[in-house]
């Protein structure tokens, strides 16, 4: 995993509560052993027709949102399946930050163990942000992990509360399970008293 | 100090605990699919590591497996499934392959086992896990990269979540399941009611449910949102184990039920939030919208966007009825099914598959129907046929079809066309989730069954007193 401190980028908007990871990337495609490449399936059967053709109305689709690495959200977004190909779909994508008033769990600790920020805010401030974003032309936003604030389109900073175990390993982009090694005494003590050795 | 179920659960197993940061927690059983562990095993074979723990592992086929018999036609879930067979022999783990005659959704044969057990911690890449908490156990969802922490070091960092107490009471009124009670709570708190809670299920309702139906509650846990579900485990947990593969036998036996007895919350044990539901005056529950949340009586009707106030929600249920192809007000027993689908990890045990027989015994399927059902476990299948279940439904016009997730997903040759209609015991009416462009309504295996009979959904309390098809 690549350190990762601070996100500075185009912001897309797609203002709806309860997005599904099954939305997210459709199980059509979670029949790859990769872990890479699902960035063109992302949102596929809202972003394409039956013809592969983009469809204009989805929101992503806008050309002022192309390119994006900053997603602001509606609440609980990522809710239902545990499959991790969501988080690696929008990071192959583009996108660093996804920004919501809440999240599915499962989906907000598969971010954090590929070094996607999956960010909470309350749901007045998302909109605030939602409403600053220029939908003609696009907007920039920075995404600060090093000081945990976001500075909005307009120049504005909110903090933002964040797992510290998990900052601390994207800041320095640290193999978690190479941590979690170090505690292999631990791991061994606890099996021997427990019966499990 | 009083604690509650999932206290005592957790606490049994922190490894450690740094002051304000994440728990490493020690996992008793792993369960393994396709889908979910492929990534998981090539990155320990990159990293050079082994999995710690092979004997507390377990891996069965569910997702990917065609459910009418021959080979596996589609390459990319035939490469899935093989590397599976790679890996778990590669690494030394137990596969329960198609053909083995254990095989099946891999929260249906964890308990049919005695794998699942009260107390114990227990994970599997795949958000349905929940289900396994009917046992008193603590069990999650995780994603792929913690699949592979949970093979290379048996544990797993969590932050410790907030409590809650979902008191189910009353009585549950006849002709209505579990899965009825719990798609009538979710329509009540929402689909995010239950995020970054542990639920405990409780109450007299669910003290008087079998082991099957109180599966069917805590496996939609995870669809109101919630880290996990857990029910306190009591005679009728025991009961169920008693005797299976890999429950304790003889002396160790009576000892297990001996420390599984000091589980249950203790009465005056403190939970984050407490809320109370009765489920005395429910009715049978039918799926109109996108989301298991978007729920109704089948004696009521498709709900208008316009009288919701949260314009969030109501921008939702436009979408939703747009994508259904349903009307406001439109009544739902006046709504027609092209499918009929009885299966998936909520709703594919032996009592399920009863429950819908009864129904169905003696009568026709709808002409304008195609009705599947496919059992949960091979051995769920054999027992049915033990019992004559199938020549039920068989004789009655459904398909009786081998045992995996089949159309609860779609990953497999088991799919709605677009703008299909299906009537489904499974547990999410995602857009696209049983095939791009099909419309999902979640009901019980009743109201399936009764359907699937009559091409549109039914009271099953009333069915005797409907016209019967010809």
Redesign the interface.
Known sequence: MKPLRSVTGRVAVLD???V?T??II???F??????TGYGQFLFN?WRFD?DGAERPGFELNRPEFRGASILLT???FG??????HA?WALQDHGFDVVVAP?????FR??AG??GMLAIVLPERDVERLMENVDLDRGSEMTVDLERQVIVGPDGGEIAFAF???TRHRILNGL???AL??E??D??TA??AS?G?A | MPKTLFEKVWE?HV??E?P???A?L?VDLHLVHE??S??AF?GLRL?G?DV??PD?TVATMD??VPTLPGPIT?P??K??LD?LRANTAEFGVRLHATGSGHEGIVHVIGPELGLTQPGKTIVC???H?STHGAFGALA???????V??VL????L?Q?RPRTMRLELAGQLPPGLTAKDMILGAIGRVG??GG??YVVEYAGDAVRALSMEQRMTICNMS??W?A?AGMIAPDDTTFAYLEGREHAPAGRDWEQAVEDWRTLPSDPDAAYDTVAVIDVGELAPQVTWGT?PGMVVPVTGSVPDPASLDDP??R??AE?ALAYMDLRPGQRIEDIRVDRVFIGSCTNSRIEDLRAAAAVVAGRRVDPGVTALVVPGSAQIRRQAEDEGLDRVFLDAGFEWRLAGCSMC???NPDILS?GERCASTSN?N????QG?GGRTHLVSPQMAAAAALHGRFVDVRTLDREPVPA
């Open positions: 709806r509560p309860d599904d099954d939305q459709p199980k059509q979670l029949k790859r052993i990769e872990r059967d039956d509606g609440r609980n809710c239902g399946s545990s499959r991790e988080a809440s999240f599915g769990d499962i600790t598969n163990k590929n797992d510290a175990a193999d978690e399970i979690t090694l505690h292999e631990a791991i606890y099996e427990h499990l | 049994r490894v450690f740094e304000d940061g994440p490493l020690y889908v979910t492929a990534q090539e990293a590591r710690r723990r507390l997702h990917n589609d990319m879930a490469a899935q590397a890449g795949d958000s896990t999650f969802g995780i994603g792929t990269s913690e592979e922490h290379a070091t048996q544990t960092y932050q689909v995010d995020v970054g995870i669809e949102g880290r989301n969030d929600a921008l939702a979408r997903l779609g990953m677009p999410r995602f857009e696209g989730r791009r």
